[in-house]
Each structure stands twice: as structure tokens, then as C-alpha cells.
């Protein structure tokens, strides 16, 4: 699986490296986290934070990101997705809460 400036998630079956499904992201895949169930989480130069079953190629869940750089990083577990923006970490949980914390500096 890969991502990148061609703007889409490109994955690949890894016995064969043949390509499975290139599902377009909208802006240039800074970061990808493998998750749990076959999931994986994706940020970068878009105003959003995504996460796609690898499986069926299907957005599971999208979630906004707000400022004017991209997301650089993202990780995936069994129950949140972490993300930064600007100079703020974002926890989103499965249950629902969301908790953010910034640097001041």
C-alpha cells in the first residue's frame, strides 16, 4: 500500500504486488497507519482524515481536519484514530469522545 503525490491510495496484494484497488484521497498521502480488521488511516494535503477497509476498497469513517498545513501524521488502533493538525494532537474514540491537545509554543 502507497500513497502520495499522484493524490490516491494505491493497494496492492503483497504476494503478487499486483495493484487491488487506487481509491482517490483529494490532495497529495503524507501518512498511512495500518489498523486493525483490515483498516488503514490516511492524512496528508486534505481537509480530511480517512479511514478505508482495504478489503472492500470503502470509507469507514471520515473526519475533519482544520488549518492550512496538512496532516503529517496519523495511527490507527483498535479503538481511536490520532491525528495531528497544526500544532494539536486529535484523539477521535471509538466510542465516540474526541479530546484534542495543543503545544502553545
Known amino acids: 500500500m502507497h500513497g502520495g503525490p499522484d493524490k490516491q491510495l494505491t493497494v496492492r496484494d503483497a504476494s503478487t504486488g499486483r495493484v487491488?484497488?487506487?481509491l482517490p484521497i483529494g490532495g497529495t498521502v503524507w501518512?498511512?497507519?495500518?489498523?486493525?480488521?483490515n483498516r488503514c488511516a490516511v492524512s496528508g494535503e486534505f481537509q480530511l482524515v480517512q479511514v478505508?477497509?482495504?478489503?472492500?476498497?470503502?470509507l469507514v469513517l471520515s473526519l475533519p481536519h482544520t488549518g492550512e498545513n496538512p496532516s503529517y501524521s496519523v495511527a490507527l488502533t483498535e479503538s481511536a484514530v490520532i491525528y495531528t493538525q497544526e500544532n494539536t494532537c486529535v484523539r477521535y474514540g471509538r466510542d465516540g469522545s474526541t479530546y484534542g491537545w495543543g503545544d502553545p509554543s
Open 52 to 58: 478505508v477497509d482495504l478489503e472492500s476498497a470503502g
Open 31 to 37: 501518512c498511512l497507519s495500518i489498523g486493525p480488521a
Open 20 to 22: 487491488l484497488h487506487e
